[in-house]
T-cell receptor, first 110, second 113 residues
Framework: GQQVMQIPQYQHVQEGEDFTTYCNSSTTLSNIQWYKQRPGGHPVFLIQLVKSGEVKKQKRLTFQFGEAKKNSSLHITATQTTDVGTYFCAENTNAGKSTFGDGTTLTVKP | ETGVTQSPTHLIKTRGQQVTLRCSSQSGHNTVSWYQQALGQGPQFIFQYYREEENGRGNFPPRFSGLQFPNYSSELNVNALELDDSALYLC????????????FGPGTRLLVL
């Protein structure tokens, strides 16, 4: 069954507002990856976090991995219309298997 | 563009038929993974091929089978199609089996009637 749960399922924001999506697991994750999928497109790898408590930034995006390695978050500061899409978290296991959450779909109103 | 290509882009089949989907991996990549993405859901891992051998499989029945060729391109075959097989089928290539980054192709949208 699915290991990672994402909330919220949908988020509508006004351009310039912040956005956060959360990824939770009942078991300890070996790592957490984040992907972005634009409408009608394919998933694009954003980042991978491996260490407990790790924080990484990419311009307006901040990624966190929880201390217990059971949750993660993606925060976007001052959203833009180009941020529209569905954001997925996934665990990439050593067996070559990636387990994805069902994503958070972000819409941005100009 | 990721350099990963898939064919065909769209396909319509009827229940019980068989389908073959194709994927060309990015140059230099020896690993291909296949995913099924139903509408409104995240990609579900089907299996991975590394240097022509299956290297991990998700919870899909045996009627989902695959192949990887010496040039590392890959095929996904689905026999005895069911209505629930309607989905976007994505392949992703990576430099090695344990590589951090995988690059997705544009996908094949399959509709089973």
């Amino acid at each position: 069954g699915q290991q990672v749960m994402q909330i919220p399922q949908y988020q509508h924001v006004q351009e310039g507002e912040d956005f956060t999506t959360y990824c939770n697991s009942s078991t300890t994750l070996s790592n957490i990856q984040w992907y972005k999928q634009r409408p009608g497109g394919h998933p694009v790898f954003l980042i991978q976090l491996v260490k407990s408590g790790e924080v990484k930034k990419q311009k307006r995006l901040t990624f966190q991995f929880g201390e217990a390695k059971k949750n993660s978050s993606l925060h976007i500061t001052a959203t833009q219309t180009t941020d529209v899409g569905t954001y997925f978290c996934a665990e990439n296991t050593n067996a070559g298997k990636s387990t994805f959450g069902d994503g958070t779909t972000l819409t941005v109103k100009p | 563009e990721t350099g990963v290509t898939q064919s065909p882009t769209h396909l319509i089949k009827t229940r019980g038929q068989q389908v073959t989907l194709r994927c060309s991996s990015q140059s230099g990549h020896n690993t291909v993974s296949w995913y099924q993405q139903a509408l409104g859901q995240g990609p579900q891992f089907i299996f991975q091929y590394y240097r022509e051998e299956e290297n991990g499989r998700g919870n899909f029945p045996p009627r989902f089978s695959g192949l990887q060729f010496p040039n590392y391109s890959s095929e996904l075959n689905v026999n005895a199609l069911e209505l629930d097989d309607s989905a976007l089928y994505l392949c992703a290539s990576s430099l090695e089996a344990l590589a951090e980054t995988q690059y997705f192709g544009p996908g094949t949208r399959l509709l089973v009637l």
